[in-house]
């Protein structure tokens, strides 16, 4: 039980390039976020999913796009990255459902865009 | 808006000392929750708090949400360096499917 993956871990990318975060859990959930974390900033929703094939914007959407065709995947992409968008981003999943938004976290994907 | 606010954002004591830490908001949360997040690793779930009042208790941690539910605290006691981390809480935002508001976090630094 892995719980929730995410690929890859680091990453460097050239401003205006693309690229692709995935986030895979093989808990069953029907929720699940991407997050980015910026010093000073805090944990700021980007996408959320409430189940497979939906997806909506959370607090921070500019700049990305999200996919969830299967349930235990969630996809971010970027399709031109900006030094704006250098940041920690995390995966997390849950059941959903009042009382049941405890989240389950990914380890985290360290991007740097130069 | 609602918006969580963490005090202190920083904490640097010696292990054995006692802590509290606390997460407030003008708002009320349907539920509390606290996460303890290491270096490089993401955020871990310690609890959920529900009811306004409750008090739950983790080995030397203890949660309490507010009787109101728009406030919580998190009481270390006798820390140790193992409970070094930032500590976010998020408090369930009613309406938005699911969609946590996380605080800022505290930064603790426990030294031996």
């Known amino acids: 039980n892995a719980g929730v993956t995410q690929t890859p871990k680091f990453r460097v990318l050239k401003t205006g390039q693309s690229m692709t975060l995935l986030c895979a859990q093989d808990?069953?959930?029907?929720?699940m976020y991407w997050y980015r974390q910026d010093p000073g900033m805090g944990l700021r929703l980007i996408h959320y999913?409430?189940?497979?094939?939906?997806?909506a914007k959370g607090e921070v959407p500019d700049g990305y796009n999200v996919s969830r065709l299967k349930k235990q995947n969630f996809l971010l992409g970027l399709e031109s990255a900006a030094p704006s968008q250098t940041s920690v981003y995390f995966c997390a999943s849950s059941w959903g459902g009042t009382f049941s938004y405890e989240q389950y976290f990914g380890p985290g994907t360290r991007l740097t865009v130069t | 808006t609602q918006l969580l606010e963490q005090s202190p954002q920083f904490l640097s004591i010696q292990e054995g000392e006692n802590l509290t830490v606390y997460c407030n908001s003008s708002s009320v949360f349907s539920s509390l929750q606290w996460y303890r997040q290491e270096p490089g690793e993401g955020p871990v779930l310690l609890v959920t708090v529900v009811t306004g009042g409750e008090v739950k208790k983790l080995k030397r941690l203890t949660f309490q949400f507010g009787d109101a539910r728009k406030d919580s605290s998190l009481h270390i006691t006798a820390a140790q360096p193992g409970d070094t981390g930032l500590y976010l809480c998020?408090?369930?935002?009613?309406?938005?499917?699911?969609?946590?508001?996380f605080g800022k976090g505290t930064k603790l630094s426990v030294k031996p």
């Open positions: 998020a408090g369930e935002d009613r309406g938005s499917q699911g969609n946590l508001i």
């Open positions: 999913s409430v189940g497979e094939g939906t997806t």
């Open positions: 808990m069953n959930h029907e929720y």
